[in-house]
């Protein structure tokens, strides 16, 4: 007979989610502790899901479903533990660069990464160099995190490195760089800490690069 944690990994990576509440539920009520639930049931479920994204078995609509259920499992579990308490693998800041809209691909990369206990402040889109640099100064992350989609808007990621620099920041904080038109040489030649081709391949950067 699985355990509640093995039933709670199950659900989370079949994106059942009202069995991850009914489950989430349960295993408060039997008294375990808040942040075992996270990381032995609800993290560990996403893990998994993440690992079969990466692999191409599992697609966005069924990791955002997992995701979802995840979510009800914790929904449950905050009012339980402080914000210290919060398991957290570092924090990021995301957002995608300025004169570019596009964000579904830096929100999925904000949602894996929330999966495996980053704590992503997603700054939105078509942000300025000036509003990256104000809120990395309010929130001091490990990571930044530069989505573009169009090639007219990559530059705008070299800008904000410069201007890090600049304001002599730029070794207080990991810098990663994705979306469609970017590479491992653009990466390197504007000076980012790294490049993800996709959302399972940031989540593995950030872990990386903050080990």
Known sequence: MPNVFEELVQSVIEGNEERVH?????????????????????????????????????????????????????ELIKPLITDKEMPSAGKVIMGTVKGDLHDIGKNLVAMMLESAGFRVINLGTDISSAEFIQAIKEHKPSVLGLSALLTTTMLAMKDIIDQLKEEGMRDQVKVIIGGAPISQDFSDEIGADGFAPDAGSATELCQKLLA
Do not use: H, W, Y
């Not at 609800?42 to 966005?60: C, W």
């Not at 609509?61 to 259920?69: I, Q």
């Open 22 to 74: 009914e489950l989430t539920k349960q295993a408060i009520d039997n008294g375990n502790d808040p942040k075992l639930i996270i990381s032995q049931g609800l993290i560990a479920g996403m893990s998994v899901v993440g690992v079969r994204f990466k692999a191409g078995d599992m697609f966005v609509p069924e990791v955002l479903m997992c995701a979802r259920a995840m979510k009800t499992g914790m």
